[in-house]
């Protein structure tokens, strides 16, 4: 798999496509906006910097049930291949630690991202801001 990278440099590596998919936010380098196409239809969005494709879920979404299968699936592999390669269980087992902070982070991002909507609002609503 080739993929270009920010500098027009030329990188082939599988672990290099995943460290891009893992360090992007879907975000413009100013932040000031997403660099998602949303597919009205299957309820999508495709991030065009990195390629991503996911369904965005609400900011009151409670994903804490989903995230609580994949770690009983994770739990569940280690029992049903116990001589997993030890690269291979380094790679998965490493996750756990961040699972289980994953839904305490997303109600903190659906704090920050329900602040910046006040604070935006207010911007444009001068009576406002004394709230
Ligand atoms: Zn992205």
Known sequence: MDIIGKGGQKMNS???ARKILA?????????????????????????TKCGCTFTPLSSNAKPADD??????????????WPNMPEEKAEKLYSILPVLEDVDAIYREASYHMHMEELQAYKSKAPALKAI
């Open 14 to 16: 599988m672990d290099e």
């Open 23 to 47: 360090i992007c936010n879907h975000r413009s380098e100013d932040n000031s906006h997403d660099l998602l196409i949303y597919d009205q239809n299957s309820g999508t969005a495709r991030c």
């Open 67 to 80: 995230i609580k299968k994949v770690i009983d699936a994770i739990q569940t592999i280690k029992v049903m």
